[in-house]
């Protein structure tokens, strides 16, 4: 028999650590992580050679969104505010599928932009885009 075992995967099995504090309240559409540029470039010669250009910028972002009604826009908000008026540097920063192999993490990371607000009928969601020095991402599968 050839076939493999199904695999389930739950959204509710992503965990996300802003420094060192589990983040809750998130929305539907929780998490989303990105290089900010490609690793490699290629540069094409006149004789049909060319050459791969690895680019050290290792820098990306990890977009987080929470539903307006968690406590976590507080402390991510706080986070924010003391950094541009204080200086309070970079924090850590972990995203984590506990039931794969899939993990993102950053040692040095800051709040890029905070969230915009918006009150409507409904509870909104609030994304806030947290920039990476060096991001390590290993996109695994699920168990």
């Known amino acids: 028999d050839n076939r493999m075992p199904i695999k389930t995967y739950s959204v509710e099995d992503i965990s996300i650590s802003v420094f060192n504090r589990n983040i809750r309240g998130l929305a539907d559409s929780r998490?989303?992580?990105?290089?900010?540029?490609?690793?490699?470039?290629?540069?094409?010669?006149?004789?049909?050679n060319g050459t791969r250009n690895k680019n050290p910028n290792q820098s990306g972002?990890?977009?987080?969104?929470?539903k307006a009604s968690s406590d976590d826009n507080l402390f991510l908000s706080g986070i924010a505010a003391g950094d541009y008026q204080s200086k309070l540097?970079?924090?850590p920063v972990l995203v984590k599928d506990n039931n794969g192999t899939s993990l993102y993490t950053a040692a040095e990371a800051w709040i890029q932009k905070i969230a915009d607000a918006e009150f409507s009928k409904e509870v909104g969601d609030r994304e806030y885009t947290i920039m990476c020095h060096?991001?390590?991402m290993v996109n695994g599968g699920n168990f």
Do not use: H, N, Q
């Open 31 to 48: 998490v989303k992580i990105a290089m900010s540029e490609d690793a490699f470039t290629y540069t094409p010669d006149t004789d049909g």
């Open 134 to 136: 060096k991001l390590i």
């Open 61 to 66: 972002t990890i977009v987080i969104t929470l």
């Open 89 to 91: 540097g970079t924090f």
